[in-house]
């Protein structure tokens, strides 16, 4: 939704009713993950995706019955196993549950202005959709603080919306939960996660470069404005020349957020580490070999943090690639990083069992 704002804005000054369509859910291999969308004017004009091209012909269609009026909000299917998904071309062996409604984008919808207020404030908001039954399009938008704008209808209440999207907006992914035996889509649209470096270093160029492409804010610490600045590293979006001890309390850095130390010196490590295990940062990594480690283990140690406290760090960094390079390191780091936040083991995913079909 974040991406399609500018779009929706310019329609409204010729036409501000528009048709959205959301994937909301998915099965098996599919070319979009979900919370994907695909905006349709009446007049046949596209911007964003739901399916990389296979579906959307077919979901242009419907969308624009929707705007006509001829059909209600719904929630379409295709699939390998469907005629229909063989007619559209969803050949890559995966189900995909679309929804289709309508937005009025002239500034009459308040869900929809809450949501572009939180985008443009950076605060993080769930734009939330009832799916099916009687209530179908009901739409709320919910922020962390507890404010819900809309209601999705029935018996639904502020408390259990958002309590039913608060755990969606801390991880950042979309989905479908329960609320009040109703099946609604909860979308969060969160501020990007941040990425702090510590170490403005040869890997830290490469790192900030292909974090920044990943969808990371980065910021760079360090103090040494000969290696900390903009012509070394032009990708930053912020470059902090200060030590990590008074840099990275500016930093409001959470369990989406991470934080990599690269620099081979305990003048570094030991104020930025110390700094960042008081927080809730959701990766912490040091480079530096078992060895390194070790010695820095028994300082922080010796600083009073426990050993619970101390696993948090990730060292030796980064995945297992064979990596030698600066800029292997840093796809080896990035790779962790990312692994971490979603929550999984990084294998290859050609060792992995095959899910089932059907």
Request: glycine share 10%.
């Amino acid at each position: 939704m974040r991406d399609l704002l500018p779009t929706l804005t310019e329609w409204s000054e010729d036409d501000p009713l528009v048709a959205i369509a959301t994937v909301v859910g998915t099965s098996g291999s599919t070319p979009r993950p979900m919370g994907a969308r695909l905006l349709v004017s009446r007049d046949g004009r596209m911007a964003g995706s739901v399916s990389g091209g296979c579906l959307e012909s077919a979901v242009v269609l419907e969308a624009q019955a929707t705007i006509a009026g001829d059909a209600p909000p719904r929630l379409l299917h295709y699939g390998i196993s469907d005629e229909m998904g063989w007619a559209v071309g969803l050949s890559c062996g995966g189900e995909v549950d679309i929804f289709v409604e309508t937005l009025e984008s002239d500034g009459s919808d308040p869900v929809l202005e809450e949501v572009r207020r939180a985008i443009e404030t950076s605060r993080p908001v769930a734009l939330l959709t009832t799916l099916d039954g009687e209530h179908a399009g009901n739409r709320a938008a919910a922020t962390a603080d507890g404010t819900l704008v809309g209601s999705l209808g029935g018996s639904s209440t502020v408390a259990g919306t958002v309590a039913a999207a608060r755990p969606r907006i801390a991880s950042g992914l979309p989905g479908v939960e329960e609320i009040s035996g109703m099946r609604v889509f909860v979308d969060p649209i969160v501020p990007y996660p941040q990425l702090v470096v510590i170490g403005a270093v040869h890997i830290a160029v490469a790192l900030t470069t292909m974090a920044r492409a990943a969808g990371f804010t980065v910021s760079v610490v360090d103090p040494r404005t000969a290696f900390n600045n903009v012509e070394r590293i032009p990708d930053a979006e912020r470059l902090v020349t200060a030590w990590p001890d008074e840099a990275l309390p500016r930093f409001d850095l959470g369990p989406r957020d991470a934080a990599v130390c690269l620099a081979h010196d305990p003048k570094f490590e030991d104020p930025a580490l110390t700094a960042l295990l008081r927080t809730e940062t959701g990766y912490i990594g040091a480079i530096g070999s078992r060895g390194t480690h070790a010695k820095r283990v028994a300082r922080l140690r010796e600083a009073g943090f426990t050993d619970s406290d101390i696993a948090r760090i990730h060292s030796p960094v980064g995945l297992d690639l064979g990596a030698a390079t600066p800029e292997e390191i840093a796809v080896a780091i990035l790779a962790e990083i990312i692994a971490v936040r979603r929550g999984r083991s990084a294998g290859s995913l050609s060792a992995k069992p095959a899910a089932p079909v059907g």
